[in-house]
């Protein structure tokens, strides 16, 4: 399971190729969300700000 693996997605990141393990649809709506963030940032909008753990109580 490396790179000559045609069926793994390391194999198929190092022949450059797409399929199940690589899917090219789920890649590009990954890249689309991190670059929305980016401009988001960039824009002066704060990020969300993630919800604190709650404790446990006695």
């Given at each position: 399971m490396g790179?000559?693996?045609k069926k793994s997605?390391?194999?198929k990141i190092w022949k450059g190729?797409?399929?199940?393990a690589r899917n090219r649809?789920?890649?590009k709506a990954r890249l689309k969300r991190a670059s929305?963030?980016?401009?988001?940032?960039?824009?002066?909008e704060a990020p969300k700000p993630k919800r604190a753990?709650?404790?446990?109580?006695?």
């Open positions: 790179r000559g693996d997605k390391k194999g190729s797409y399929g199940v649809t789920k890649i929305s963030k980016k401009v988001a940032v960039a824009a002066g753990a709650r404790k446990k109580e006695a």
